[in-house]
């Protein structure tokens, strides 16, 4: 399993990013995908989950209302739309899969991506 993750790079308060999860070796339809992300100093926090299936999708309060999670199982990329984006937003994003049900089940992820800078500056 690889997962590719994409589209980091430096936005102004306020703007916008659109971070994509690539994956190989998998078909991500069949598997419970969330995006993580890591501040400087910070504990890797789970911010966005969707497992196969499920009609839902997590967000966590940080990111709710900013930031969409979907999923293009034709091309097995999964996107993270960050609208509004806020200075503590900045970090490095990380997609990963895992097949439990829960999907804010943080630890029982699975495979990584590499994770992918994101910098929210004026």
């Known amino acids: 399993v690889q997962l590719q993750a994409s589209g980091g790079g430096l936005a102004q308060p306020g703007g916008s990013l659109r971070l994509s999860c690539v994956a190989s070796?998998?078909?991500?339809?069949?598997?419970?995908i969330g995006w993580f992300r890591q501040a400087p100093g910070k504990v890797r926090e789970g911010i966005s989950c969707?497992?196969?299936?499920?009609?839902?999708?997590y967000y966590s309060d940080s990111v709710k209302g900013r930031f969409t999670m979907s999923r293009d199982n034709a091309e097995n990329t999964v996107y993270l739309q960050m609208n509004s984006l806020k200075p503590e937003d900045t970090a490095v994003y990380y997609c990963?899969?895992?097949?439990?049900?829960?999907?804010?089940?943080?630890?029982?992820?699975?495979?990584w991506g590499q994770g992918t800078l994101v910098t929210v500056s004026s």
């Open positions: 990963a899969t895992g097949t439990w049900r829960i999907c804010s089940n943080w630890s029982t992820y699975t495979s």
């Open positions: 070796g998998i078909s991500l339809n069949y598997y419970t």
């Open positions: 969707h497992s196969a299936g499920d009609t839902n999708t």
